[in-house]
């Protein structure tokens, strides 16, 4: 059974940090490129960081240098540092597992960030 969990989503104020975590179950982790994608109300869903199996990140303007993604192949988890969060950081928050011809999703976690 294929799985992919995130957790630590959260009421944050802005300024603050949050770190999310997408723990991978029931496929070959370290072998996978791994995204963080995130959907506010109303809007399409946004691609915000990549990290592939070698290790190799990339992130959408828009959170760049305020974010950063990383894994541990160990523990089968990818992760999502968040720092100096916006209100518009808003959003739920999925982790994404890509290696062709297999996509798996996660379910997704909240991330709120409010005075």
């Known amino acids: 059974q294929v799985q992919l969990v995130e957790s630590g989503g959260g009421l944050v104020q802005p300024g603050g940090s949050l770190r999310l975590s997408c723990a991978a179950s029931?496929?070959?982790?370290?072998?996978?490129?791994m995204r963080w994608y995130r959907q506010a109300p109303g809007k399409q869903r946004e691609l915000v960081a990549t990290?592939?199996?070698?290790?190799?990140?990339n992130y959408a303007d828009s959170v760049k240098g305020r974010f950063t993604i990383a894994r541990d192949n160990a523990k089968n988890t990818v992760s999502l540092q968040m720092n100096r969060l916006k209100p518009e950081d808003t959003a739920v928050y999925y982790c994404?597992?890509?290696?062709?011809?297999?996509?798996?999703w996660g379910q997704g976690t909240q991330v709120t960030v409010s005075s």
């Open positions: 990290i592939t199996s070698g290790g190799s990140t």
């Open positions: 029931g496929f070959t982790f370290s072998s996978y490129a």
């Open positions: 994404r597992g890509l290696q062709y011809p297999w996509d798996y």
